[in-house]
């Protein structure tokens, strides 16, 4: 059964930076194409990566873009986001998931584990 374990959240000011691992339980994450999506207060989830397993290229939403890399260890069971220049509307629960396209720039996540939360103050 695919479990994720999403950690690394925490509080911090605009502008600073926060690393979210996903550690991927009794598989590798080289399996799969995976990414991270995000949960805020009010708002509808947003999709905000995808990496496919095949070339490895990467989507990234718009409102990440430039700010937001994800980078996986060599053994694969382990995926970061790394996140820099962080805005008060980054706050959310954050998920990594196994994703796939359905459309333009369109995403779906399944299997995702219990989130980590970050918050940005303003």
């Known amino acids: 059964q695919l479990q994720f374990v999403e950690s690394g959240g925490g509080l911090v000011q605009a502008g600073g930076s926060l690393r979210l691992s996903c550690r991927a339980s009794?598989?590798?994450?080289?399996?799969?194409?995976i990414g991270w999506f995000r949960h805020s207060p009010g708002k509808l989830r947003e999709g905000v990566t995808c990496?496919?397993?095949?070339?490895?290229?990467?989507y990234y939403a718009d409102s990440v873009k430039g700010r937001f890399t994800i980078a996986r260890d060599i053994a694969g069971d382990t995926e970061y986001l790394q996140m820099s220049s962080l805005k008060p509307e980054d706050t959310g629960v954050y998920y990594c998931?196994?994703?796939?396209?359905?459309?333009?720039?369109?995403?779906?996540?399944?299997?995702w584990g219990q989130g980590t939360q970050v918050t940005v103050s303003s």
């Open positions: 998931a196994v994703c796939r396209n359905v459309g333009q720039d369109e995403y779906e996540y399944d299997h």
């Open positions: 009794a598989f590798t994450l080289n399996y799969y194409d």
């Open positions: 990496r496919s397993k095949s070339d490895g290229s990467t």
